[in-house]
Structure formats: C-alpha cells, structure tokens
C-alpha cells in the first residue's frame, strides 16, 4: 500500500491548462479503471471532482478533466481561476481498498 | 442535502483507546459503502479503511491493521471506528465518506466535515 506519486506542486495563469500526473503500479492505477480525483481548500473537507479515471460528478464543472494511461492517471484543469488554487489527490482502488496520491498543491499566479 | 456527520474525537492520552462516530442522513445508507480516511496536520490524505454496504467486507490500511475496527449499523444510519493504541502519530483530522457504489471502491462523493484527534501525554 505505498501512496501514488504526485507532483507537490504545479502552478498557472489564469486562463491556462495545467496537468497533474498520479503514477501507481500494475496493482492500483494500472489494474483498475477507478481512479478518482479531489479538490481540498484549505480547512475544507474533500470534494469529488473525478470518479473511475473520467467521469464528473453532477455540478462540477467541465474545465476538469482525467485521463489514465498505463500506470499513470493525469487531471487536467482547462481555463485556469483563482478559486482552483487548492490541493488536489487522486485516488485508486487497489484491489480490497484503496490508495491515495501525495497531493498537489496548485497555485494560480 | 445528503450528510455525514462525525463525532467522538477529542484529546486522549497514548495507548488509550476512542470510538468515532458517523451519522447519515437524507440517503440510504444501507446501499453504500463507507470510508473512514484521515489527515494529520499540513499533510495529505490518508486511507484508513472501508466497510461494504452490508458490512461483511473489511479492509484496512497497513499502518491501522490490528488497531482499528471499522463497523456500521445500518438500522442506526452510523458508521463507526473504534481506535485502539492509540499514538501520537494517529494525531489527526478523522473524516468519514460515501462511497459511490456498495464495495467501496468507486470513488467518494460524500464527506464529512471533521472531527479532531489529538493524541498527547
């Protein structure tokens, strides 16, 4: 059960995409097509922004996007806005539970 | 709106034992499985562990394995974590969650807001 790697930061201008690698294994990320994504704001409980490596969650808006390839799961954030600045985690299961990744905290310059 | 609500947390001692509490509300909680993930202060999010919709399956993480019970009362809408050992290190911000689905593994679409473990001499 070791965490996903994320990168600890990535940063934008507002109106720019950025992208967020997770990399797991064959027995996680790469295993299983249910990799999901999670936006925290400070002293804020998480919130679902990506569930089963694609798909959203009603309400959330179509600027965030996820795509898997092999072992490594990628969020993308298109149009970049000042309230995205948060920390973001992915998540897979991992056949039995699940694993989450380091985090990212990005920022909007 | 669909809510959990967790309790119990407060200031203990090591080595002593804390039951967390999570209530549900405005959905069927007998349907979903049930996550109990925590993060320590200016760290990240921790997996702890999972129960299934009717509670027959268990997981854990490693680093809780033998230490933690995870459970569920569906008749009471509650989800529990009974915490034994207890470290220094189990310091942390306890947050249970909904899974999408009844194994636990689709993705979690409902939190908590919190409740505080703070484990200190």
């Known amino acids: 059960q070791s965490a996903l790697t994320q990168p600890a930061s990535v940063s934008g201008s507002p109106g720019q995409s950025i992208s967020i690698s997770c990399t797991g294994t064959?027995?996680?990320?790469?295993?299983?097509?249910?990799v999901s994504w999670y936006q925290q704001h400070p002293a804020k409980a998480p919130k679902l922004i990506i569930y089963e490596v694609n798909k959203r969650p009603s309400g959330v808006s179509n600027r965030f996007s996820g795509s898997k390839s092999g072992n490594t799961a990628s969020l993308t954030i298109s149009g970049l806005q000042p309230d995205d600045e948060a920390d973001y985690y992915c998540c897979s299961y991992a056949g039995g539970g699940v694993v989450f990744g380091g985090g990212t905290k990005v920022t909007v310059l | 709106q669909v809510q959990l609500v967790e309790s119990g947390g407060g200031v203990v001692q090591p080595r002593t034992s804390l039951r967390l509490s999570c209530a549900a509300s405005k959905f069927t909680f007998r349907n979903y499985g049930v996550h109990w993930v925590r993060q320590a202060p200016g760290k990240g999010l921790e997996w702890l562990a999972v129960i299934s919709y009717d509670g027959t399956k268990t997981y854990y993480a490693d680093s809780v394995e033998g230490r933690f019970t995870i459970s569920r009362d569906n008749s009471k809408n509650t989800l529990y974590l009974e915490m034994n050992s207890l470290r220094p290190e189990d310091t942390a911000v306890y947050y249970c969650?909904?899974?999408?689905?009844?194994?636990?593994?689709?993705?979690?679409?409902?939190w908590g807001q919190g409740t505080t473990v703070s484990v200190s001499s």
């Open positions: 969650a909904k899974d999408r689905g009844g194994w636990g593994k689709y993705g979690m679409d409902v």
């Open positions: 064959g027995s996680d990320v790469g295993g299983y097509n249910v």
